[in-house]
């Protein structure tokens, strides 16, 4: 299996910056896709930003221009810079991962959740 641990969450005004991180750990062989989701009270859980392996990466319409997704593959691990910041940010944001085990098998994996809070 595949563990996902993310930091970087906290409390930040409107127009600030903060750093995610999630790292990946277990008997990985690749990760094929890395991403993050948000989810606010009351909402469904909405994509964020995916990257690839190949680096492609999406971004959703809300955070174009403002967030920008990385990965470092050395590390297992997958960033998201998030600048501008508005209170519709306010969410917990939760990491994904789509991984080639060693074994040749696939898993996906989320971590469990960091929350993002940005006052106005």
């Known amino acids: 299996q595949v563990q996902l641990v993310e930091s970087g969450g906290g409390l930040v005004q409107a127009g600030g910056s903060l750093r995610l991180s999630c790292a990946a750990s277990g008997s990985i062989r690749s990760i094929r896709v890395m991403g993050w989701y948000r989810q606010a009270p009351g909402k469904q859980r909405d994509l964020v930003a995916t990257v690839t392996n190949a680096y492609s990466s999406y971004y959703a319409d809300s955070v174009k221009g403002r967030f920008t997704i990385s990965r470092d593959d050395a590390k297992n691990t997958v960033y998201l810079q998030m600048s501008s910041l508005k209170p519709e940010d306010t969410a917990v944001y939760y990491c994904?991962?789509?991984?080639?085990?060693?074994?040749?098998?696939?898993?996906?994996?989320w971590g469990q959740g960091t929350q993002v809070t940005v006052s106005s």
């Open positions: 994904n991962a789509d991984v080639l085990m060693s074994q040749g098998t696939f898993d996906t994996a």
